[in-house]
């Protein structure tokens, strides 16, 4: 049999593009074993969004009469490979991979198409191989929204003078935020509204780095700024901690990412401006479906399909909403994912 475990079939109908992915080869299901077996193999959990997202994956495949085992690689990439190549010796019917670059895991697609494995990629795109599957939130739209945010709010001088704190330079979601947020700033930019005073990735996401970042900005341009696009909210707490200690915070506006609870906590208290709820309840349903029918070698249905350099993997995509102080409870609280007294009334450290 092929390498590759799956039929992928992209018609074209209008500008909607079908992807219909058949399974081959057998039930999928080890002749051992009654209950499929999804293998889940992460980045990290260093973000409480991975935390929350393996939580209710583990939870509900179990809920599904199916069984899950987890791995975690730590942002690194040799590790992460060889986290797959247990989960494959294990036999896991399917994969789910959120790679931490998103490169070097086309290597780990390779090897479990050669066990005979399907494989989801999650949040982040493998790129660079027969990919099976990819299951994410529009990402685009997310850097989209969090531009927008700030330049809906131009100073009165009509001059919004930027920060930009881009993401891991190996994920691919780095590179589309940025692609969204440059949809909305490059007109802005050539038309002289908007101008960028400093601009850096945050190695690894690291919180740590963004605060280098923003304090490697304040020694070049002083205060001169009124704010920071900062992609996720582990990169605005970072920020934020610079500004603190310059006595910025609450006077510059600091996007985000992932509805974290301290920064949602940040929002209530006004130092962080906005972030992007990424409702990964729904998601993880959405997921825990995909997998198990990849698992069982059933049909999937993808209304949408992405590039990743090598095929066109059939993808669907989940749509996000933006939070700022005036909609926290009708989103993250009302929807359960934080608490309202966790997001209002903060122990202080
Ligand atoms: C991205 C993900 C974000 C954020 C970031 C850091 O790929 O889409 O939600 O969590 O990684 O882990």
Redesign the pocket.
Known sequence: MSARTLLVLVSCALSVITGLVIARGGTGLTAARQRPLIGLSM??L??E??QEDRDLFTAKVKAAGADVMVQCANSDDAAQLQNVESLITQKVDALVI?PHNGVAMAKAVNLAHQAGIPVLSY??LITGCDLDLYL??D?VK?GELQAKFLTDRMPQNGRLRLIRIY??KT????RL?KQGQDNILQPLIAAGKVEVVFEDWAED?KPESAKKITNAAITKNGPNFDAILA????TAGGAIQALTEEGLAGKILVTG??ADLAACQRIAQGTQAMTVY?PIQSISTVLVELALKLAQRKPIVAKDSTSNGHTDVPSVLINIIPVTKENLRDTVVKDGFHKEAEVFQPTQP
């Open positions: 980045d990290t260093k973000e969004r991975w959120i949040d982040r994410t939130f990402n997310v993401g891991a994920d691919n979601n780095a935020f996401w992609s996720n909210d582990g990412q992932d990424k």
